[in-house]
């Protein structure tokens, strides 16, 4: 009796203690919690702009880009106004140090005035390793070199024709074709026409830079695998400019999270590249080719040119011309659905043009060659690329420490992300109807296309390192907006949610919803 007595005592002892401890632990959790929201109420008052993030001890801003991942472009372009366009974000323990800016005077001092201070970065080929040591990984020498031979290469006549020729194939062949089927289908056919830009743009540049068409854009929309593993490459290396490098890395030695795509598609990717690359060795009339693979290959001697060196040039060519242009085109399509009035004046520009051409074809293709001279579409084509940047910002990093002419004060070692879509979105930089679609702010009173400093319009980058591709982008987007909106009538399905993607590259996260229809003659001119 006394024995078990003595237990039950001890047993009520030992609950009364841990009953004690668990009050005091919520006690104290409690306080802590008040603590914080008092703390947080605290910075939030003291904030100039509302939605700027919280920066919390050890933690700096970490939570607040978290916290608005879901969309994050719209997010950091409402911060930067808030801050004047620029912010500097700490990344708490880490150590990192960021710097988001908007503004037109720091963006030409970082990309022109003070251009060797600010290269890509060690951090930067390391977020993009699946580019090995291409031409957009490359700083110093390396780049030069590299853009020396594909600025050559890119600029002789043989391969602007080629390029040329190539846009005017797969619009014609392919593009209008596949459209066709959608409209004959069914009344109020629908298709995803992100997907399909996607599609062609990846099948045009294949062919440019490697010499293949992959057939992308085939009836039935065959699975491409490679074209798959760039989506999820774009995915994940977004997600690296928000992570610390030790946590992404991490989970990319081990495969997990969105790292295990990452993996598997950059095994995707090289073997795609291996193959082709050993083919176009291996062809005996190579030296008729006109692509970037076989010129690379014909200039060279065999001594300097590897395989590893062919694999990261195209691979980064491709994902250049593949995603920059797909994306550009594809919120194209989707601003003119929404304005009505420029697809019409888009229209008559090209009405004069598709006259002399007849009435004997079933569909009509421009040749670049005509569309050269048209104002009010390249102008339109400006005020997407403004709203909507393929790239939505730019990495770069500070060798040395260096005083902005924002007078913000960046030490060696800052990463800096340049934000264009938030430029475009700027009533400083673009006027109080900057948030809208306004081709005509791009011509001037005498019908002559405007030009803006790079530094303001970013989409194409700026100083040296401006896009050695721009004519053939402009090319490639003029003639596949020519041909679509003359040929067909598109229109967004309604209550379709179209919205910016988490990706480095400005893709739509739900796709584009049309239904396409083909356009009568006499509605163009209506």
Known sequence: MHSSSSMRYKYQMTRRKILYTMDWFLGLLSLLCCCCCFYYRHLQSKKACKAEPT????????????????HYHD?????LAGRRYNFPVQAGLTGVRFFITCDPSNVRHIFTSN????????????????LGHGIFNADGDSWRSQRAKSQLLMAAPRFRSFSARCTRDKVDKSLLPFLAHVADADAGARCDLH???????????????FGVDPGCL?????????????????NATFLRHIFPPACWSLMYRYELGPEKKMAVARRTIDRFAADTIAKRRSDHELGSSSDMLSSFICCSNDDDVSDDFLRDTA???????????GAALSWFFYLVCKNPHVEQKILDELAPIAATKGEQQDMVAFDVSELSSLVYLHAALCECLRLY??????????????????????????????????????????????MEFRPERWVTNDGKLRREPSYKFLAFNAGPRTCLGKEVAFTQMKAVAAAVLWNFAVEAVPGHVVEPKLSVMLHMKNGLAVTVK??????VHA
Request: charged share 20%.
């Open 518 to 523: 083909r356009r009568k003659v006499a509605c």
């Open 315 to 325: 691979i980064n060519l491709l994902f250049a011309g593949r995603d920059t242009t």
């Open 389 to 434: 940047p393929p790239l939505p910002f730019h990495h770069k990093a500070a060798i040395a420490g260096d005083v902005l002419p924002s007078g913000h004060e960046l030490k060696a070692g800052d990463k800096i992300l340049v934000y264009s879509y938030s430029m475009g979105r700027m009533e400083g930089v673009w006027g109080k109807d900057c």
């Open 115 to 130: 251009f060797l201070n600010y290269p890509k970065g060690e951090e930067y080929a390391e977020i993009f390793d699946v």
């Open 195 to 209: 997907d399909v830009i996607l599609r062609m743009t990846f099948d045009m540049t294949c062919n440019l830079v």
């Open 55 to 70: 920066e919390w001890p050890l933690l700096g801003h970490l939570f607040g880009l978290l916290a608005n991942l879901h």
């Open 218 to 234: 085939r009836i039935g929309l065959p699975v491409v695998p490679v074209a798959h593993a760039m989506d999820d490459v774009l």
């Open 75 to 79: 997010w950091a372009t409402v911060v």
